[in-house]
């Protein structure tokens, strides 16, 4: 299978849904002449043209909320955000144009629009630039918020966000884009709403999302190698449609559970999921869930700092060395 | 690192001579001149010696400063001519580009320079970042990240300045892209309508990241005042005179009679948006050579006190050898600082939690 960058895979599935569905649209910020601010959308002016991939001025609430507008009458725009960072500028747009519309209009009006870009801390940007606003806009039924960590996923997923009818805010990583990963050449698709166990184990699950999966992955080897700890990494991929039944299945068979998100803890995805398992499966549990998230303050630009406020794979061995004891 | 100071640069642009007449400029001492000057050259060493230490590999292997790095290389004269107007109740407010006018405003560049590396001596304890540079007992507000969005902010310092009964003024500073930010119209209605004295400064470089004024904007820039009743100019921000003569107006209007204005100074930027951007797509190299040669803000104003008799190619030497010595102290300080901790990062989060004895909420504050 060749491999690809998650910044190819991103390109190709923008590339091949732009080829298949003459609805489908890509605007945004520096998308098109400047080749995308991190090269996501290179070449894909010159392939479709200005019609189809477009470059908007700094004016995030206008065009979001256009794409909102013009999906409504079954445009299928994708719309880059820079930076997810940059949502709250149209916030209303997309809380309570795009989660709402359908159910204000009693079911008579969709809104099929993709939302994309990078939300991720640890590229000393400082914390106007550092949110990771997917518990954020979970909380909002109406809305599907995926979140990617391998090439592989983010192809097939953004394929499946962009055919879908409702409203999907999809999560890259800018410190993931350079990683590769096997990608077939022919087509697939991966429904939204499914985890994925990226690695089997007995002892320990830990669920997590994004740029930690890949390193849980690393500890998860390493616990196996040095302490002889057999981890099993569920990777929910999607957060809102959540695959909450992968997770219990895996409650069930290791019996602790780690939740790492790069997030703050207040009300995160980590909050719901821990509702939720024990709810669930309380009696499987031989030890409370743990959580680690990033450190409760905002993003800190100091490079060294900022990395120890991060989930890292010291912080994510750390504990799930002491879940196990 | 070209070793030869760009204040020497061989062909000389003819001096214009009118701003100078203006009072606001006629009135200056040498000294004010020169500290104007001064100030210019400062600030491009600066962004030089800031530049070398992000692209620059230190001991560990690594760069010194991360993240974003915009660099203000080539309008200095709007920051420098801006803020030689501040008065004790006049307060700047500007976005990302921010180093400018934090030295403008007399921050000491020791601790910019350690903001920029991280460390705990930065003017923000390293927790800010090249984006976010504050200094309120200067009355400079910063240093904002998202664009547009300290507009607002400006015209609530406006705000809070009539508010208390000064006479004082609040200068905005925004760039070319960032006009076309919802918040941005918002701030100028208000503005507007409760008659407050913010003077909204476009800095038009003439670029939004690589995207040109013509591709982002319909209409005039500053025209755009007009649809709320605002008094509008626009003006050359090459020579230092010009931009005092214009705003000194605009800010005096402020002062005496409560009103905003919208100012837009044509500028240029020689570096790359931020210095992560390879600035190969949507511009020339001659496009960037010919504004240095021609208008190049530092050179003008060398030229003019020159001409002047108030400034000699001996003492902008002298005057240049400073700033690049005064950067590279800058940058020694900041290397030898020592990073925050850990238990830094939930320091400066609320006012109660870095104040408990004097705490009167009640219940957990953070969540790690
Ligand atoms: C709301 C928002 N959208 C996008 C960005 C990314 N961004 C940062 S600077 C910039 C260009 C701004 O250009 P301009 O206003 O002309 O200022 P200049 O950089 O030229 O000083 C963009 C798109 C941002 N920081 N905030
Ligand atoms: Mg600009």
């Not at chain 1, 009006?109 to 949110?131: D, E, K, L, M, Y």
């Not at chain 1, 409203?167 to 096997?182: A, D, I, M, R, S």
């Not at chain 2, 503005?191 to 004024?213: D, H, K, R």
């Amino acid at each position: 299978m060749p491999q690809i960058t998650y910044r190819e895979a991103v390109r190709h599935a923008l590339a091949e849904e732009l080829t298949r569905d003459p609805n489908v649209v890509v605007m945004g910020e520096e998308v098109g002449q400047f080749q995308g601010a991190y090269k996501v959308t290179q070449g894909l002016l010159e392939k479709f043209g200005p019609l189809r991939v477009a470059d908007t001025p700094i004016s995030e609430a206008g065009f979001i909320g256009m794409g909102i507008g013009a999906s409504m009458l079954g445009v299928r725009p994708v719309m880059e955000l820079m930076f997810w960072s940059f949502y709250s500028v149209a916030f209303d747009q997309i809380l309570n144009n795009a989660a709402n519309v359908r159910y204000m209009s009693g079911g008579q009006i969709n809104c099929p629009i993709v939302i994309r870009g990078p939300a991720n801390g640890g590229t000393n940007v400082g914390a106007t630039h550092s949110h990771t606003p997917e518990n954020i806009l979970a909380a909002h039924p109406g809305v599907k918020v995926v979140v990617p960590s391998t090439a592989y996923d983010a192809k097939g997923l953004l394929k499946s966000a962009i055919r879908d009818n409702d409203p999907v805010f999809f999560l890259e990583n800018t410190l993931l884009y350079g990683e590769k990963g096997e990608v077939p050449e022919e087509e697939y698709l991966i429904p939204l709403g499914q985890a994925d166990v990226k690695r089997e184990g007995k002892d320990l699950t830990i669920v997590t999302y994004g740029r930690p999966v890949i390193q849980s992955l690393a500890v998860a080897e390493l616990l196996a190698k040095e302490h002889d700890i057999s981890v099993e990494i569920v990777d929910l991929r999607t957060i809102r449609p959540l695959d909450i039944d992968t997770v219990l299945a895996s409650v069930r068979k290791t019996h602790r559970v780690l939740i790492v998100e790069e997030q703050k803890p207040f009300c995160g995805v980590g909050a719901q999921l821990t509702y939720m398992i024990q709810a669930e499966a309380f009696d499987e549990l031989d030890a409370p869930i743990s959580r680690l998230c990033t450190i409760d303050a905002p993003a800190i630009y100091s490079p060294p700092v900022e990395a120890e406020q991060l989930p890292n794979p010291q912080r994510i061995l750390k504990a799930a060395l002491a879940l196990l004891d | 690192m070209s070793k030869k100071p760009s204040a020497t640069i061989d062909q000389k642009p003819a001096a214009p001579v009118s701003y100078g007449q203006a009072p606001v400029n006629a009135s200056l001492t040498a000294e004010h001149k020169i500290e104007l000057y001064r100030q210019m050259v400062r600030i491009r060493r600066f962004e030089e010696r800031s530049h070398r230490a992000y692209t620059g590999k230190n001991a560990a292997g690594g760069a010194n400063i991360g993240g974003f790095l915009h660099l203000y290389n080539g309008q200095e004269a709007i920051a420098v001519g801006c803020c030689s107007l501040m008065g004790k109740h006049d307060h700047v407010i500007t976005a990302y580009r921010d180093h400018g006018h934090a030295i403008a405003v007399g921050m000491n560049t020791k601790a910019l320079m350690a903001e920029l590396y991280g460390k705990i001596t930065g003017c923000s304890k390293g927790k800010g970042g090249s984006m976010h540079f504050f200094s309120p007992e200067r009355n400079y507000w910063g240093g904002h990240g998202i664009v547009g969005g300290q507009i607002p902010l400006g015209v609530g310092l406006a705000y809070g300045v009539k508010y208390k009964g000064y006479k004082g003024s609040a200068m905005a500073f925004m760039g070319d892209g960032a006009v076309n930010q919802g918040a941005v119209h918002e701030a100028y209605n208000l503005a507007a309508l409760w008659n407050l004295p913010c003077v909204f400064v476009i800095e038009n470089n003439g670029y939004s990241m690589g995207t040109s004024q013509a591709r982002s904007s319909a209409g005039e820039l500053a025209k755009r005042a007009e649809g709320y009743g605002i008094a509008w100019a626009a003006c050359d921000g090459h020579d230092v005179y010009e931009v005092r003569a214009t705003m000194d107006k605009y800010l005096t209007i402020a002062r005496e009679e409560c009103k905003p204005a919208v100012v837009e100074i044509e500028t240029y930027r020689y570096r790359g948006h931020s210095v992560a951007d390879p600035d190969n797509t949507y511009r020339t190299k001659a496009e960037i050579e010919d504004y240095r040669r021609t208008k190049d803000p530092i050179q003008v104003f060398q030229a003019i006190l020159l001409a002047e008799g108030v400034l000699t190619e001996a003492s902008a030497e002298k005057i240049d050898e400073a700033a690049v010595a005064e950067a590279e102290a800058a940058a020694e300080f900041a290397d030898a600082s020592p990073y925050p901790t850990a238990e830094d990062i939930q320091k400066d989060v609320y006012w109660e939690s870095d104040n408990p004895d004097q705490r009167t909420s009640q219940g957990r504050l953070f969540f790690n």
